[in-house]
């Protein structure tokens, strides 16, 4: 089992930037897929980005060119690097992790407000 804390999200105006973390409980070197999802009120869940253990990531399209992610293994924690943000993107942040196994995990999630 593996527990997921996101942190670093807040206020933030238009065009401005912030970088999320998702650290685990445990290594997760072996964890085979991690990811950034995101939901707004009245909306669906969404995926953000994902990172797999041999580093293919994916992105959505509407943050292609905006947002990066990365993995650091040594330090169990993912990350979400959000740049020229729009009010949009406002939403809760949740990490998402997947098991060989096909088990999933997600974190509690982490406010993103992008308002002037």
């Known amino acids: 089992q593996v527990q997921l804390v996101e942190s670093g999200g807040g206020l933030v105006q238009p065009g401005g930037s912030l970088r999320l973390s998702c650290a685990a409980s445990?290594?997760?070197?072996?964890?085979?897929?991690m990811g950034w999802y995101r939901q707004a009120p009245g909306k669906r869940r969404e995926l953000v980005a994902r990172i797999t253990r041999g580093s293919l990531i994916t992105y959505a399209e509407f943050v292609k060119g905006r947002f990066s992610i990365t993995r650091d293994n040594a330090k169990n924690t993912v990350y979400l690097q959000m740049n020229s943000l729009k009010t949009e993107d406002t939403a809760v942040y949740l990490c998402?992790?997947?098991?060989?196994?096909?088990?999933?995990?997600w974190g509690q999630g982490t406010q993103v407000t992008v308002s002037s």
């Open positions: 445990r290594s997760i070197f072996s964890i085979n897929e």
């Open positions: 998402n992790a997947i098991e060989p196994s096909g088990i999933e995990y």
